[in-house]
């Protein structure tokens, strides 16, 4: 039990690295990570005959970024919580009140960052992110009898 206690959170933590990683790019080095996906996701959905306005895509990639990063973020959580502390509730507070304390943390650490800026609606996708990702875990965890 304390190994996987111990995988999880380092889990946790490898994800919180990335996070902070990603949030401190500067705005050119964001871009370029931003048109990289953009340019392989459409020509993806070009095999498949879809034609998306390119810069509609790389709006919507980038937001949807948010929200990803953050649904992980809790379901990592959520499921370290769940092997450090018995109570599903306990956990679910925990991990909803850590992860936005995080969420919201990523948006200012990125408006630190050169080209960067804080946005609300980005604020709103982490936290939107936050909820979806402890939900998944509460689904996704076997409950303790």
């Not at 990639?61 to 502390?85: E, G, M, N, P, Q």
């Amino acid at each position: 039990m304390a190994i996987k206690r111990a995988v999880r959170w380092l889990l946790v933590l490898a994800w919180l690295y990335l996070i902070v990683y990603l949030c401190r790019q500067n705005g050119a080095d964001s871009a370029k990570v931003s048109e990289w996906i953009t340019q392989r996701t459409s020509s993806s959905l070009k095999l498949f005959g879809f034609d998306i306005n390119y810069s509609e895509l790389y709006i919507f990639l980038r937001k949807f970024a948010h929200y990803v990063v953050h649904i992980i973020l809790a379901w990592l959580t959520y499921c370290a919580l769940d092997v450090s502390f018995s109570s599903q509730k306990f956990n679910i507070a925990l991990c909803v009140i850590f992860c936005s304390i995080i969420a919201a943390f990523d948006e200012s650490i990125q408006s630190a960052a050169i080209g960067r800026i804080m946005q609300a609606s980005d604020a709103i996708l982490n936290l939107l992110g936050v909820q979806s990702g402890t939900i998944l875990g509460v689904l996704t965890v076997k409950p303790k009898p």
